[in-house]
T-cell receptor
């Protein structure tokens, strides 16, 4: 079946630094990928829709200059958290093309 | 506006009990999709089911069953003869995307199920 991977699975970074998270579709092409964020004990909230070859569409309240999304190929979307702060600590999870294809998630901790 | 409500924040049952997780949704669209996901402690989302708005037939898959009722905007999930391995957070979700595009999901708050031996 379809597999979506994310890298890294967890990352700890210092406040003020940037961190990149990759989302890959391993055995299919994905023109559309979705990035979600989940704070502890909370639900998943859609951050943005990543479209291959074009700009991402951000949900209301999500800073596009802080959360940079690049979808340069049909199998890879990246989310870069720029100038990360402790409040950005969260579980970031992507999905590719269809609702049942989720990555395993990336746990970001900003110290 | 779309909304998904899972009123049960936490449920605790003893192994072999049946348990029903409630899900109520709101949408103005006539075409939509409903989902259930399981999120074990590892964090990854496990897809359980997708149901479109035109298919109100109940579904059974092993110990899992789903009851979709448009009249009450509900899509409830029942686990029969629960097992410890069923312990997880379960999310109900709604999407208004078309079949072939995949879509944005609106998630409910989740229900944390604890099955004790």
């Amino acid at each position: 079946g379809a597999v979506v991977s994310q890298h890294p699975s967890w990352v700890i970074c210092k406040s003020g630094t940037s961190v990149k998270i990759e989302c890959r579709s391993l055995d299919f092409q994905a023109t559309t990928m979705f990035w979600y964020r989940q704070f502890p004990k909370q639900s998943l909230m859609l951050m943005a829709t990543s479209n291959e070859g074009s700009k991402a569409t951000y949900e209301q309240g999500v800073e596009k200059d802080k959360f940079l999304i690049n979808h340069a190929s049909l199998t890879l979307s990246t989310l870069t958290v720029t100038s990360a702060h402790p409040e950005d600590s969260s579980f970031y999870i992507c999905s590719a093309e269809h609702e049942q294809y989720f990555g395993p998630g990336t746990r970001l901790t900003v110290t | 506006a779309q909304k998904v409500t899972q009123a049960q924040t936490e449920i605790s049952v003893v192994e072999k009990e049946d348990v029903t997780l409630d899900c109520v949704y709101e949408t103005r669209d006539t075409t939509y999709y409903l989902f259930w996901y399981k999120q074990p402690p590892s964090g990854e989302l496990v897809f359980l089911i997708r149901r479109n708005s035109f298919d109100e037939q109940n579904e059974i898959s092993g110990r899992y069953s789903w009851n979709f009722q448009k009249s009450t905007s509900s899509f409830n999930f029942t686990i029969t003869a629960s097992q410890v391995v069923d312990s997880a957070v379960y999310f109900c979700a709604l999407s208004e995307a078309t079949e072939f595009q995949g879509g944005k999901l609106i998630f409910g708050q989740g229900t944390e199920l604890s099955v004790k031996p």
